[in-house]
């Protein structure tokens, strides 16, 4: 067992074991890349406070996200094709996280089913949702989520466009993967995975073959996938998926003050500051950057939660000091999966859980939900002055 003791050990390990289709499409953002690797290097501009000769014992971290007892403020954000990066992936991330005691949230686009899911878990899990014009299709959704015993759904709001990703259209991304000399040629040399994918018969997307209409069997699902994201989103629309969902709800995808408002009139519990991993608007803030107007213009209307960039538990202790209630991972647990299933994913939340403990403490705070701006250096400018 390799000596692992950050997140970027996972990475490297996860980028040796699995096919350079599915590595590509998880390490990559849409267009330039800026919004990508501004999300993570925009953390690193923003300092701790450090404090001594303070009292560091008896520590908490765990807290509520939308009224729901977590271990740590930190949740799984929905990774669509996770079962491709490693076999009956999503049940095993929602097995590591309901053992670490954080959310999981099982994307639409998910290999493994919401009832596959729920039957191979004890604990409920979180839904995310996509816009589809179906109306037919969403309201199942919620009601097979609602049936799985799931106990919020997200609804993400950020794509009714897909961002483009150069590598996904020049490798031919696809689940299962295509055939091609090259990725024959590349999945040779993963071998494990290769034995994984054989040992499974989810290989497909679970929640959209055989549920929506007209995609009986994978191939007619690419023609369905370009029809079915809604271009002409409005927030009336989204006000019937709040019809169709009695559950908690938050809203995924906001990265400005009048859209966080809207979302308050949705009647949403809570909303991620999010620009989808930079893989959607190239060229937009970071959303840690973005956060600080956001909760400034909600006050405590609803619960501010935060994704985008996110690769340790400092960077999670800087987003709830900037006024996050909790942050969502993304890239970090996807690479514990790819790099050891489920152990990997534990591995993952040990590793971020540590960080944040310790940092926390090194600051001289002892509770993560007294955990204020006061214990960052915030350099001038970072988060206002934009015309
Ligand atoms: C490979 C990949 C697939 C994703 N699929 C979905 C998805 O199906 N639904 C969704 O709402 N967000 C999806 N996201 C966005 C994540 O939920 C989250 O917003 C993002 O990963 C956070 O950024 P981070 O990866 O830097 O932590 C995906 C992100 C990645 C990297």
Not at 17 to 46: A, H, I
Not at 145 to 159: N, Q
Not at 291 to 297: G, K, Q, R, W
Request: glycine residues 8%; contains cysteine.
């Amino acid at each position: 067992m390799p000596v692992i003791t950050e997140i970027e050990d996972l990475k490297r390990i996860y980028r040796r074991r699995v096919p350079k289709m599915f590595y590509d499409y998880c390490e990559s953002g849409s267009w330039s890349e800026q919004t990508f690797r501004e999300n993570s290097s925009d953390f690193d501009k923003l300092y701790l406070r450090q404090r001594v000769a303070v009292d560091m014992a008896g520590r908490n971290l765990k807290t509520q996200m939308i009224g729901q007892d977590v271990s740590m403020p930190v949740a799984l954000a929905p990774v669509g094709l996770t079962g491709m990066q490693h076999f009956d992936g999503e049940i095993k991330a929602a097995r590591a996280a309901e053992k670490f005691g954080v959310p999981f949230c099982l994307s639409t686009m998910s290999i493994c089913s919401i009832e596959d899911v729920a039957s191979h878990t004890e604990k409920p899990f979180w839904m995310q949702v996509y816009t589809l014009k179906d109306d037919d299709f969403m309201q199942r959704l919620f009601d097979r989520a609602k049936d799985a015993k799931c106990s919020a759904a997200v609804i993400t709001v950020d794509l009714q466009l897909l961002g483009q990703r150069h590598k996904d259209l020049k490798n031919g991304l696809s689940a299962p993967p295509k055939l091609t000399p090259a990725s024959v040629a590349n999945m040779m040399t993963k071998v494990q995975w290769g034995i994984g994918m054989l040992s499974t018969k989810r290989r497909f997307f679970g929640n959209i073959v055989g549920h929506a209409k007209g995609v009986t069997d994978p191939s007619s699902l690419s023609t369905w996938t370009a029809e079915a994201f809604d271009q002409s989103l409005n927030w009336d629309r989204i006000r019937e998926f709040r019809k169709m969902w009695d559950g908690p709800l938050i809203i995924k995808g906001i990265m400005d003050p009048r859209d966080a408002l809207e979302a308050c009139n949705v009647g949403a519990d809570a909303i991620i500051v999010s620009n989808h991993g930079g893989r959607q608007l190239d060229g937009a803030l970071s959303s840690i950057r973005a956060l600080p107007a956001i909760v400034d213009a909600v006050g405590d209307k609803i619960e501010v939660h935060l994704d985008s960039g996110i690769r340790s538990g400092q960077d999670v202790l800087k987003a709830v000091a900037m006024g996050a209630k909790a942050a969502w991972i993304g890239r970090a647990w996807v690479y514990g999966l790819g790099a050891m299933g489920q152990q990997g994913v534990t591995r993952a939340l040990e590793v971020i859980h540590k960080e944040l403990d310790m940092s926390m403490a090194l600051c001289g705070r002892t509770d993560i939900a007294k955990v204020d701006r006061d214990i960052l250096m915030v350099p001038q400018g970072f988060d206002d002055g934009w015309q």
